[in-house]
């Protein structure tokens, strides 16, 4: 027997929800779209000569978690039919947020701590790291300045150059002077009045072997090189300026 149509009615609808007049006799059902419970699927297939003959399916609807399941093997389908329950999966892929929700987000809060760890782990390695790095940019500022200390020489004069030059012959090479001539530097007191070392070293003695330097040395030059006798061989005098220099001159 040709069949003519199929029509599927939905519980008690009184318009079919679907009508198919050729095969493949599909008709599609979204249990989304139904609610939860006992449902009725009644197939009327109508055949060539007027005859037809009338199924009556029954299935369930279950809504649970979101994830819908229509279960239409209660009542097998012997009609010309096929009904298709529109599969949760297929529908929007409900179970997808699913690997999501209970899979990713564990994964994701995993990785969040282990990155904060991370974090937390870093900041105090490099906190340990950072202290003894400023203990020693400290250190090395104490001892870059300790030489310049050590030479308080204005201006980049070299007072211990100067010295080696122009003085040591009659001082001595550590101002030990000679005998009762060339009187000795280290340990002279006369050297603690800053203004009576100026004093001769600018204009010298007049009348005696020591010659004035004023001339021949800019202030610098002159600061570098009282600061030098004045700060060596144990003395402790401390150190003078260009400016003091000039204005002893
Ligand atoms: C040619 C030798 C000679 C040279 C070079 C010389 N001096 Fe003298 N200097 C003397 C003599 C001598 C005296 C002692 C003068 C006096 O008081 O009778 C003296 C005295 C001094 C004094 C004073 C010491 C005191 O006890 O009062 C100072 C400071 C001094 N010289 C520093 C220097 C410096 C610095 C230089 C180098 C830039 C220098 N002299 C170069 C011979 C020299």
């Known amino acids: 027997m040709d069949i003519v149509r199929v029509e599927v009615y939905l519980d008690d609808a009184s318009e079919p929800l679907a009508v198919v007049t050729e095969p493949p006799f599909n008709v599609r059902l979204d249990p989304a779209e139904l609610g939860e419970g006992e449902h009725a699927l009644t197939v009327v297939t109508h ?33 010309p039919i096929e009904v298709e329950l529109v599969d949760a999966v ?18 994701a809060l995993f990785l969040l701590v282990v990155v904060v760890s991370w974090y937390i782990a870093v900041r105090a390695e490099s906190a340990a790291v950072d202290e003894p790095t400023n203990i020693q940019k ?3 500022s104490v001892a870059g300045a300790a030489p310049s200390a050590a030479k308080p020489a204005a201006g980049g004069a070299d007072g211990e150059a100067l010295y080696a030059a122009n003085c040591a012959s009659c001082h001595g090479a550590s101002g030990e002077g000679v005998g009762s001539v060339f009187p000795a530097l280290a340990g002279n007191d006369h050297l603690a009045d ?11 003695k007049p009348g005696t072997a020591m010659p004035a330097f004023g001339s021949r040395f800019s202030d610098e030059e002159l600061a570098a090189l009282v600061s030098y006798v004045r700060t060596s061989w144990n003395n402790s005098f401390g150190a003078v300026s260009a400016e003091d220099v000039a204005s002893a001159r």
């Not at 009338?54 to 609807?61: L, P, Q, R, S």
């Not at 800053?194 to 010298?204: K, S």
């Open 138 to 140: 400290i250190a090395r």
């Open 90 to 107: 297929e529908r929007e892929n409900p179970k997808a947020p699913n690997p999501v929700v209970y899979g990713l987000l564990p994964l």
């Open 47 to 79: 055949y060539q000569g007027g005859a037809k003959d009338h199924h009556e399916y029954a299935f369930d609807v279950s809504h649970k978690n979101n994830v819908f399941a229509g279960h239409i093997s209660r009542a097998p389908l012997r009609a």
């Open 194 to 204: 800053a203004a009576y070392t100026i004093d001769v070293i600018v204009n010298g």
